[in-house]
């Protein structure tokens, strides 16, 4: 059974940094590109960040230059390092994989930025 688990969420002041991970635990035969999710209170969910097993990546406009998205294929893990964190960077934020050409979400982990 495939599944995704992120940490590293937490309660950080305005102009913090937080660093996010995606784990990806069962059998694979395929994997696709990875992303982050985003979902604040009474929001859609939006993409932020995603990546290609390639290592292209794309960011939402409200947070280039200050998140990067990576990944380790060896290890199948995402990581989504935030800086310069702001209070509107709050939101439960979602992994989400193209695994054995299927999409797979984590559970989520909630970021509070607030001073």
């Known amino acids: 059974q495939v599944q995704l688990v992120e940490s590293g969420g937490g309660l950080v002041q305005p102009g913090g940094s937080l660093r996010l991970s995606c784990t990806v635990s069962?059998?694979?035969?395929?994997?696709?590109?990875m992303a982050w999710y985003r979902q604040a209170p009474g929001k859609q969910r939006e993409l932020v960040a995603a990546?290609?097993?390639?290592?292209?990546?794309n960011y939402v406009d409200s947070v280039k230059g200050r998140f990067t998205i990576s990944r380790d294929n060896a290890k199948i893990t995402a990581h989504l390092q935030m800086n310069s964190l702001k209070p509107e960077d709050t939101a439960v934020y979602y992994c989400?994989?193209?695994?054995?050409?299927?999409?797979?979400w984590g559970q989520g982990t909630q970021v509070t930025v607030s001073s």
């Open positions: 989400n994989a193209d695994l054995n050409r299927m999409f797979y």
């Open positions: 990546i290609t097993g390639g290592g292209s990546t």
């Open positions: 069962g059998t694979l035969f395929s994997i696709g590109a």
